[in-house]
């Protein structure tokens, strides 16, 4: 498969460095067939010249599809029987000049015809990987903007719950004064009181009296004092609650 890839690579290289079209080199496929042919027929009989047609047809299996290799094998064949009867015109009347051709033409074609299949089933591969590759980089990429999502979504969620602690934090500062007021109020008027009769203590009069009369104010100070307290507690827990 390295030794497929790597004569892919130089087949191809050689055709971007030539820049021949699709037709030049086809034509340039036949004129060095016709070549190869002019070589057969001029050389004896006794030099083996059926692999030089070979050299032709390779870089053209490696570059053309299985049509045109086909055809070549074809031309190839026909050139090769040319050639074997024009250098001995006696046979041309018998079967064997033609069972050679035919021979040359399993051969021509058999690996003309590999060849060609071989490399476009590893073209399809690596059209097929490059594909895979292009596909596994857009999931990528898609994972990346999901996660960058997944992070944008966690902050505004972070900032929701932040705003809604925020929120509940003022609702309870508000609910906080608004309960505090009513025991301030409460405690405001019995210092009044208090005040009040101390002020008036007139001379004669039993202390204890006063002292009786001022008691309920003072415990009634007293319970607002504890519920001013457990306002506060409350709102003391709501804070650790929401550092926590």
Request: glycine share 6%.
């Amino acid at each position: 498969m390295e030794l497929l890839n790597a004569a892919i690579g130089y087949f191809e290289d050689l055709q971007r460095k030539l820049g021949l079209s699709p037709r030049l080199r086809r034509m340039g496929g036949v004129l060095l067939l016709l070549l190869v042919g002019c070589l057969d027929y001029v050389t004896p009989p006794e030099l083996a010249s059926a692999p030089f047609y070979f050299l032709p047809l390779i870089p053209i299996a490696f570059l053309e599809p299985v049509p045109i290799c086909v055809a070549f094998s074809l031309l190839a064949a026909v050139i090769y029987f040319g050639a074997d009867v024009l250098s001995n015109p006696g046979t041309f009347n018998l079967i064997y000049p033609y069972w050679r051709a035919f021979a040359r033409l399993i051969s021509f074609g058999l690996i003309s015809l590999t060849i060609s299949l071989l490399v476009g089933e590893r073209r399809r591969l690596l059209l097929s990987e490059h594909a895979l590759q292009d596909k596994a980089q857009e999931l990528e990429a898609k994972n990346r903007a999901l996660g960058e999502n997944l992070r944008e979504l966690k902050r505004l969620q972070d900032e929701l719950v932040e705003k809604e602690r925020r929120t509940a934090a003022l609702q309870i500062i508000n609910s906080a004064t608004h309960e505090l007021e009513r025991p301030l109020v409460s405690i405001s008027v019995y210092a009044e009181e208090i005040l009040r009769l101390m002020q008036r203590n007139p001379e004669g009069e039993d202390p204890r009296l006063l002292l009786d009369e001022i008691q309920p104010l003072v415990e009634k100070m007293q319970e607002r004092t504890l519920d001013m307290q457990a306002i506060l507690k409350q709102a003391r827990e709501f804070r650790q609650q929401g550092a926590g």
